[in-house]
């Protein structure tokens, strides 16, 4: 695979993955924990991400931000054959990294539970809760994480995914010069 690609594909999964802590109640001082702040922020968790949907909807996620940001590098190959190789690859992949995903999605969601309780008040968990729990707020919570396969949003992110690319690309040549001269420097004085 490109590295370009497996780049694309690293960014994507750090979307989903960035605010995963192995210990979450580690980051947020003990003393600052609310018992009842915490079962609240865990049950607004579980509206938003039913845990019998919860893999299946993270799965999804992932999968089209993966797809999206590996698109603009796919074109760039200009053989269709190879176009397709590739794509496939990656969609095999999106689906070889579900154990991964599968095993991090606990820590991910606890996280977001404690990162909850950091952020809100009780009295404000307990609204949220409150809505989670409408009939607007289930069908809110329901329908929100398939809007990054949305067409205005997938159409949006072309242009990221696409600045994303040419950024990055520019980046490695710089970080290559750099990595150049240092090691040029290197062999001349002996060290």
């Known amino acids: 695979m490109p590295s370009g690609l497996r780049y694309s594909v690293a960014l994507a999964a750090a979307f989903l993955v960035a605010p995963v ?15 009842r702040s915490l ?9 938003m991400f039913p845990p ?9 996620m ?13 074109k760039d190959i200009e053989d269709e054959g190879a176009q397709k190789i590739v794509a496939d690859h990656l ?8 154990p991964i995903l599968r095993a991090h999605i606990p820590k991910m969601l ?15 968990l ?7 729990q409408s009939e607007a707020g289930k069908t809110y919570f329901s329908r929100s994480p398939s809007l990054v396969s949305h067409p205005t949003v997938v159409d949006t992110n072309k242009s990221l995914f696409e600045a994303s ?21 290197k062999a001349q004085t002996g060290s």
């Open 52 to 60: 019998e949907r919860r893999e299946q909807m993270i799965f999804e």
């Open 91 to 98: 969609t095999g992949m999106m689906e070889r990294m579900r």
């Open 21 to 35: 802590s192995a210990n979450a109640q580690n980051t947020i001082a003990t003393s600052k924990i609310d018992s």
């Open 126 to 132: 307990e609204a949220i809760y409150a809505f989670a």
């Open 62 to 74: 992932a999968t089209s931000l993966g797809v999206q940001s590996a698109t603009p590098r796919i």
């Open 110 to 124: 606890d996280a977001m539970a404690y990162a909850y309780v950091d952020t809100f008040t009780y009295s404000e």
């Open 165 to 185: 690319k040419r950024f990055s690309e520019a980046e490695q040549q710089e970080l290559i010069k750099k990595l150049q001269i240092y090691f040029e420097k």
């Open 39 to 47: 079962e609240i922020a865990r049950k607004i968790i579980d509206e």
